[in-house]
């Protein structure tokens, strides 16, 4: 040093990491099924971290990244209560995000059975994920849901008719899941001599 020096210092303060969760898994989370679950961090660059606190009623499968935004699968197992707790490591420049956590309840929901009379004219459909048949098919729905099925016939056939839970010739069927139910669909070669009446309900 050829001269008297001075040297200032000057330390800033970590920023405060938050953790903000999305909403629970919608429209409601069911055993044997899966949903998905969304935490918003802070800027450190460092991903949200999710554990399962209630391993007998939820697990959780991958997680992905996007920006500051963690998501994880999340399994249910057993109906009751399902906790997940988000955690967020710091850095240099972040502080750790106080750690939060978010519960739902995981139910067992309402069983539906479809059975397809005649598979290889026609496939049955639900609006919601899960009913797709072939010649039967069982799904779980939120209890109180709306379930449409639809029926769709292959070339040169037509829908002949509901049975069980559903009634009636129109192609689609709605269901209040407020309890098990059961419905059976039928197709037929198509007549293009049937009544006009029933023609009418078939095209709705």
């Not at 850095?91 to 995981?106: G, I, M, Q, R």
Request: net charge positive; glycine share 10%.
């Amino acid at each position: 040093m050829s001269a008297a020096r001075s040297v200032v210092a000057n330390f800033i303060a970590k920023t405060d990491q938050n953790i903000t969760f999305g909403p629970s898994p919608s429209p409601c989370s069911l055993v044997d099924s899966t949903g998905t679950v969304s935490a918003t961090g802070g800027y450190s660059g460092n991903p949200v971290i999710f554990t399962s606190q209630t391993t007998d009623k939820c697990s959780l499968g991958n997680s992905t990244v996007s920006g500051n935004t963690s998501s994880v699968t999340v399994s249910g197992i057993s109906a009751g209560t399902c906790t997940i707790t988000a955690n967020q490591t710091g850095n240099d420049n972040y502080n750790p995000a106080l750690p939060k956590t978010l519960s739902f309840e995981v139910t067992i929901g309402k069983t539906l059975i479809v059975s397809n009379l005649n598979s290889t004219r026609g496939i049955i459909n639900s609006d919601q994920t899960g009913i797709s048949c072939g010649n039967s098919c069982t799904a779980s729905f939120c209890d109180g849901s709306k379930v449409m099925l639809r029926a769709t016939p292959v070339t040169g056939y037509q829908f002949s008719g509901w049975g069980g839970n559903c009634y009636g010739y129109g192609n689609s069927c709605v269901l209040t899941m407020d309890a098990a139910k059961s419905v059976t669909g039928n197709f037929e070669v198509l007549n293009k001599r049937r009544s006009s009446w029933k023609r009418a309900l078939l095209a709705k």
